[in-house]
Structure formats: C-alpha cells, structure tokens
C-alpha cells in the first residue's frame, strides 16, 4: 500500500519517504513522527485517518479561508 506523500511548497518527499526541506536538510522517515490530523464532521471531531478513501479525496480537496476580522463587528 502507497503511503500518502506530504508534497508542498516548503517540503518534498523522496523515493524512501525521507522529508526533504526547502533549504536541503533531509529528515530519514525513521525520525518524523507522524501528526494526527482531525477535522470537524458533523459536529464532533474526527480523524482524517479513519475517513473513507471519498472522504479523504473531500478533505484534500478542501479551502482553507480565513476571514479578516471587521473592527464595527460586534461578537
């Protein structure tokens, strides 16, 4: 089974998943460890590893925005 890559502006994987910085450094795959990403689904929070393979293909798919916040705006 292939291994999801991480490609990116700032990282790049190699043939043996070795993380490679943009300035060169190579982090060997031995020595990264792994981050958990969660999401929120239907009001409670899950991990994108135990999606479905559609539901991955969503996540990956998705927009991040990031509203600038409107001084006259009262929370």
Do not use: H, W
């Not at 689904?41 to 509203?67: H, I, M, T």
């Amino acid at each position: 089974m292939k291994k999801p890559g991480i490609e990116g502006e700032r990282m790049k994987e190699d043939e043996n998943y070795n993380l490679i910085l943009e300035d060169g450094t190579m982090i060997p795959e031995k020595e990264r460890t792994k981050c958990e990403v969660y999401s929120r689904v239907v009001g409670y929070l899950r991990p994108v590893s135990q999606y479905n393979a559609g539901k991955k293909s969503e996540f990956r798919d998705r927009k991040v925005f990031k509203k600038e916040r409107n001084e006259a705006q009262t929370i």
